[in-house]
């Protein structure tokens, strides 16, 4: 039970969210800041958090990545892929794309004394902005590029027949990859100055090759093509399909023989040459391999935001003022930590062989505690098995008589 010892209304659930100050919030992010892993990588990224509130400002409509047709806030959260634990959160209006919030988040990250962070983020981050600034802040990272950009095109077309060999492939991945030093063509502009700093910096750029990934996107793009020829064949055309039409497909009419189309080949030709390749690029990581297992290791990140949203049931806002939100974020990323540090113990001491989280915090939740005025907090029997278990989580068991 929680100290309150009885049901908190919405009003009093109102009022305690809206006593967290920014100030607290600060000055708890800097202390959580310091329990971080030496040189380990943080993971990037945004959720939206759905809301059906009116008087919220931030929230709007944007890209919604649960895809819900109702109006969002966005949630950027950054997470440690050693230490699996959040360290820093920020509310964003619902229509900010990814890209735009890369430059706030490293003048909070200076602000909060973050010192020399490295990121992992994914292509949705990328723009070369963003790059310039994170090599003007002396940050290292991790980040997955469009293979359609210019210059990874240039080293792609270098590799294209020579990746898929066996010298290149990985085994314990089924997946090929190379990896070339390549130059940055760094800018800064300085207003202040009047002028433009205009350098090389050095980055490593990782392509690879995935086959199986390739078939699937083959599949995929055959399945398209087979629904539009249809649509045309049969005259069941479709609004929002016309640029398709047009551009994979030479389509012509005659009285006699109706609807004739015939695929463009070249263009059908285009659009698979790149299926199956992806491409990571770094200021600092030079294996394409140990890239590679920190960027799919951003995934924690993602199931973060699965624990936000399902057990900590913050799939909604479900606060009708911004203070109280802001107060319910903060409490909300407060559960995060405990989780996130209750799941990484739990994996390494083995304990999801025998315990599901729940089962496991079931176990210990029925340790009474007794309180009196003027006595100290007393606690009930403690088994040697739940001994054990708060001894494999980290935590010193409880005193009891």
């Not at 919030?101 to 990121?119: E, H, Q, Y």
């Not at 310039?132 to 294209?160: C, G, M, P, W």
């Not at 960027?295 to 993602?302: A, G, H, I, M, T």
């Not at 005025?373 to 054990?388: F, I, S, Y």
């Amino acid at each position: 039970m929680h100290p309150f010892g009885k049901t908190i209304s919405s009003q009093r659930s109102s009022e305690l969210f809206s006593s967290i100050t920014e100030e607290g919030k600060e000055h708890f992010f800097r202390l959580q800041g310091k329990r971080r892993s030496e040189n380990e990588y943080w993971a990037y990224d945004t959720t939206s958090i759905s809301s059906y509130s009116e008087s919220l400002k931030q929230v709007k409509y944007g890209h919604n990545k649960d895809h819900d047709p109702l109006p969002q806030i966005n949630l950027a959260l950054l997470f440690g892929e050693e230490s699996n634990l959040p360290f820093y959160y920020r509310k964003l209006a619902g229509n900010i794309s990814d890209v735009k919030t890369v430059k706030n988040l490293l003048a909070d990250m200076k602000f909060l004394g973050f010192g020399k962070v490295k990121l992992v983020m994914d292509r949705g981050f990328y723009s070369e902005e963003n790059i310039n600034t994170l090599y003007q802040n002396h940050l290292k990272f991790l980040i997955s590029a469009k293979v359609s950009l210019k210059f990874i095109r240039v080293e792609l077309d270098k590799v294209r027949n020579t990746l898929r060999t066996r010298t290149n492939y990985n085994p314990v991945y089924q997946i090929y990859s190379n990896t070339a030093m390549i130059s940055w063509n760094y800018s800064q502009e300085r207003p202040y100055k009047g002028d433009t700093i205009v350098d090389k910096k050095r980055m490593y750029l990782h392509i690879y090759f995935n086959g199986e990934k390739a078939l699937e996107h083959e599949k995929n793009f055959n399945a398209m093509l087979d629904m539009l020829e249809e649509e045309l064949v049969s005259g069941s055309r479709k609004p929002e399909h016309e640029k398709q039409y047009t551009k994979y497909f030479n389509i012509s009419k005659t009285p006699v023989r109706g609807t004739k189309v015939t695929v463009k080949q070249d263009v059908v030709d285009a659009a698979e040459k790149d299926y199956g390749y992806f491409s990571l690029i770094s200021n600092e990581i030079k294996d394409s391999i140990k890239a590679l297992e920190i960027y799919r290791n951003k995934d924690l990140v993602e199931k973060a935001f699965g624990n936000l949203k399902e057990r900590l049931n913050m799939r909604r806002t479900g606060v009708s003022s911004d203070s109280a939100l802001e107060g319910k974020l903060f409490a909300q990323f407060i559960a995060l930590i405990y989780l996130s540090y209750i799941k990484k113990q739990m994996s390494e001491q083995g304990l999801y062989k025998s315990y599901t989280m729940q089962e496991l915090l079931d176990d210990l939740d029925v340790i009474e505690c007794f309180e009196q005025p003027g006595c100290a907090l007393r606690v009930g029997e403690v088994t040697k098995k739940q001994e054990r278990l708060y001894k494999s989580l980290g935590i010193k068991p409880p005193t009891t008589l």
